[in-house]
């Protein structure tokens, strides 16, 4: 942790409540929504959470600034636009592109008041625009192409010893908030792209810890899950079945599968184990396969294509409709093509859900 030399005790309670207060927050706007109390806890006139893009090397065009401003909007298009042009005049930004900062920095670190008001970044931006002189800032990331920070920004007073001592304390704990948030933000992608992947497998994708809570789901996994086993809070399993058969199925050598029934709905999870945390692919489908006959009557089908998607809503995949049907995995997949057309749907769960509406049958949990 960075020195909290001079900071009282009570500034230091301050500080560690604030930095317990970080940790708590599960996204990006709960985070920036506590980081922006920064202003009100040192005593600032504004504050900035924002990224400095870097432009490429030798190229003309300004750098780009995305950030939130405290209060909203004070940082304009017009301030934007300068400080894009002269980005590079600004002590601060320069001095966290050089690398990882230990500690908060001010400009009066690296200039007189009376050489920052001669700047053309403070006359064209900070200045003129903003009204704004004193600037602290502490570092959120870097990389050699953008810096993040939380700048903090007065019109009148220096920020003090005292201010800078407080942000050393609580921004390790800053960074390591936002770093969390953005590796959550990124595995939630990661399993959008996987849902999407397994899409036509019917197939949904569960990261569960080792203390049985789920670690990441996507969206349609989660609405999934939250029909089976109802709101998952985070502080417990699935479900006390499920946990116990993840526990006992861990040093299996054959692939576990589990398959619990409600009413004419069956769900099939199959564990596959892992070092860190482990995956299950959750399936849902009916305990029996519609009669084709009745969807033929019911919907504009063939009767091939009929009996593919009686076996689809069942729950088969395709190489198992081919055995089943007598007929090649590419035929399949050319009457699938067909039935999505004929039922204007575009995945198997959503073919599979016309199915069942098509019959009075319980439809899949989404």
């Known amino acids: 942790m960075a020195s909290s030399a001079g900071l009282g005790s009570s500034e230091l309670r301050s500080a560690l409540a604030f930095a317990a207060d970080l940790a708590d927050c599960a996204d990006a706007d709960r985070l920036d929504e506590q980081v922006r109390r920064l202003s009100q806890i040192v005593g600032a006139d504004t504050i900035i959470i924002g990224t400095v893009h870097k432009p490429p090397p030798g190229s003309r065009e300004p750098a780009?600034?995305?950030?939130?401003?405290?209060?909203?909007?004070?940082?304009?298009?017009?301030?934007?636009?300068a400080f894009g042009r002269l980005w590079d005049q600004q002590p601060l930004v320069v001095?966290?592109?050089?690398?990882?900062?230990?500690?908060?920095?001010?400009?009066?670190?690296f200039l007189s008041e009376r050489q920052w008001r001669r700047s053309e970044v403070y006359n064209d931006c900070y200045g003129r625009l903003l009204g704004l002189s004193w600037e602290i800032a502490a570092q959120?990331?870097?990389?050699?192409?953008?810096?993040?920070?939380?700048?903090?920004?007065?019109?009148?007073?220096?920020?003090?010893?005292?201010?800078?001592a407080f942000l050393d304390v609580i921004t390790p704990h800053m960074?390591?908030?936002?770093?969390?948030?953005?590796a959550l933000a990124t595995g939630r992608r990661q399993l959008e792209l996987l849902e999407r992947g397994l899409e036509d497998s019917a197939e949904a994708l569960v990261l569960i810890g080792h203390d049985g809570r789920v670690r990441a789901a996507g969206s349609r996994t989660r609405r999934l899950l939250r029909g089976w086993f109802g709101e998952q809070s985070g502080r417990a399993p699935l479900s006390a079945e499920v946990e116990l058969w993840r526990r006992r199925e861990r040093g299996?050598?054959?692939?576990?599968?589990?398959?619990?029934r409600r009413g004419g709905r069956l769900l099939r999870l199959r564990l596959l184990v892992g070092e860190?945390?482990?995956?299950?692919?959750?399936?849902?489908?009916?305990?029996?396969?519609?009669?084709?006959?009745?969807?033929?009557?019911?919907?504009?089908?063939?009767?091939?294509?009929?009996?593919?998607?009686?076996?689809?809503?069942?729950?088969?995949?395709?190489?198992?409709?081919?055995?089943?049907?007598?007929?090649?995995?590419?035929?399949?997949?050319?009457?699938?093509?067909?039935?999505?057309?004929?039922l204007d749907v575009h995945n198997r769960a959503a073919a599979t859900a016309a199915a069942l509406a098509a019959l009075d049958l319980p439809r899949p949990s989404r």
């Open 252 to 260: 299996s050598p054959a692939p576990a599968v589990l398959e619990l």
């Open 64 to 81: 780009r600034l995305v950030a939130s401003d405290d209060p909203p909007g004070f940082f304009d298009e017009d301030a934007r636009e």
């Open 276 to 342: 860190d945390e482990d995956a299950i692919l959750v399936a849902e489908r009916t305990a029996a396969a519609p009669d084709p006959d009745l969807l033929r009557r019911r919907l504009p089908l063939s009767r091939r294509e009929a009996e593919v998607l009686g076996l689809l809503a069942g729950g088969s995949l395709n190489a198992a409709i081919a055995g089943e049907l007598g007929i090649s995995p590419h035929t399949v997949n050319r009457h699938i093509e067909r039935i999505y057309a004929k």
């Open 140 to 164: 959120i990331r870097c990389t050699p192409d953008e810096v993040a920070c939380a700048a903090l920004q007065r019109a009148d007073n220096d920020f003090s010893e005292l201010d800078r």
């Open 175 to 182: 960074r390591a908030a936002y770093a969390r948030i953005d």
């Open 95 to 109: 001095h966290h592109f050089r690398g990882i900062a230990p500690g908060a920095a001010k400009l009066s670190d």
